[in-house]
């Protein structure tokens, strides 16, 4: 079983930028498409960018296209998004996640992401 630590999320100004990164235990990590989900107060959680296992494919969110960018590092066991541009509308709980073999997502416990004007 891979249990996913995120880390990186914090306080930044309008315009600024993040970068979350995501530690994953587990020997199979490589061979999982990974994802980030994020939450807003009273908005459902949904899903910002996603990677396959091998960084060939990429997703993003058309709120978040063009300001981030999803990476992994399968040496690392590391899921990164690098976030710019932020806009107070990004403020949420920014969640790692998994895509299991029967393409259900697994979930970390979360990292707050506030962007202030």
């Known amino acids: 079983q891979v249990q996913l630590v995120e880390s990186g999320g914090g306080l930044v100004q309008t315009g600024g930028s993040l970068r979350l990164s995501c530690a994953a235990s587990?020997?199979?990590?490589?061979?999982?498409?990974m994802g980030w989900f994020r939450q807003a107060p009273g908005k459902e959680r949904e899903l910002a960018a996603s990677?396959?296992?091998?960084?060939?494919?990429?997703y993003y969110a058309d709120s978040v296209k063009g300001r981030f960018t999803i990476s992994r590092d399968n040496a690392k066991n590391t899921v990164y998004l690098q976030m710019d541009t932020l806009k107070s509308e990004d403020t949420a709980v920014y969640y790692c996640?998994?895509?299991?073999?029967?393409?259900?997502?697994?979930w970390g416990q979360g990292t707050q992401v506030t962007v202030s004007s």
């Open positions: 990677i396959s296992s091998n960084s060939a494919n990429t």
């Open positions: 996640a998994l895509k299991d073999y029967t393409r259900n997502w697994h």
């Open positions: 587990g020997r199979s990590f490589s061979t999982y498409a």
